[in-house]
């Protein structure tokens, strides 16, 4: 059981970049994905969750307007569409599997709440001038 994240990189503020994350050895659609980052010096926070059937999507506030979670599953992929990149996007990016997507008002469920079972190594976004 594998999950692997690519696409991560050093991008200009205002930039885009599109991660993802790629199954292995199990089938992606019977789970709920999310992608998480941290920060330096910071926790783990949820950025994005897309639900097992993909009919609906969670956005932390941080990034709401500005970064799409999508999910093809033939390639057995998701992706995250980051537009308007700020130096604060700046972290590790990985992806993670659960069982739902983990949110509270107006955004996602701090890290801890989630039950992970699969999640990957984690690619890095530098948003840098």
């Known amino acids: 059981l594998q999950l692997v994240e690519s696409g991560g990189g050093l991008v200009q503020p205002g930039g885009s970049l599109r991660l993802s994350c790629a199954a292995s050895?199990?089938?992606?659609?019977?789970?709920?994905i999310g992608w998480f980052r941290q920060a330096p010096g910071k926790e783990r926070e949820g950025v994005a969750c897309?639900?097992?059937?993909?009919?609906?999507?969670y956005y932390a506030g941080s990034v709401k307007g500005r970064f799409t979670i999508s999910r093809d599953s033939p390639k057995a992929t998701v992706y995250l569409q980051m537009n308007s990149l700020k130096p604060e996007d700046t972290g590790v990016y990985f992806c993670a599997t659960d069982n739902i997507c983990r949110t509270v008002v107006g955004g996602l469920a701090p890290y801890v709440r989630w039950s992970f079972e699969v999640w990957g190594q984690g690619t890095l976004v530098n948003v840098s001038s």
């Open positions: 050895g199990f089938t992606l659609d019977r789970y709920a």
């Open positions: 897309t639900s097992r059937l993909a009919d609906w999507a």
